[in-house]
């Protein structure tokens, strides 16, 4: 019984490695912020009352980061 579960062991980190290789090697690594860096505001997941979306600016503004609260988060 244990060297079943020692082969499903081994077998299913296998399985993992190359699936980490995978997913990994098709991921996109995003920028890295520091504080007081300024960034964009990009308009496309804000409600704007606008007329028309695409007469409307792409771009809100520039805003400082001020801190890092998680590697996606600002």
């Known amino acids: 019984m244990s060297t079943l579960y020692a082969m499903l062991k081994e077998e299913l980190e296998f399985v993992r490695t190359k699936m ?3 997913y ?3 991921k996109l690594e995003g920028p890295y912020l520091e504080r007081r860096d300024k960034v964009y505001l990009i308009s496309r997941n804000l409600r704007i009352n606008r007329l028309s979306k695409k ?5 809100i ?7 890092r609260i998680l590697e996606n988060n600002y």
């Open 61 to 67: 503004r520039l805003f400082k980061v001020e801190e």
């Open 55 to 59: 007469l409307d600016f792409k771009k």
């Open 20 to 22: 980490k290789r995978y």
């Open 24 to 26: 990994n090697k098709h």
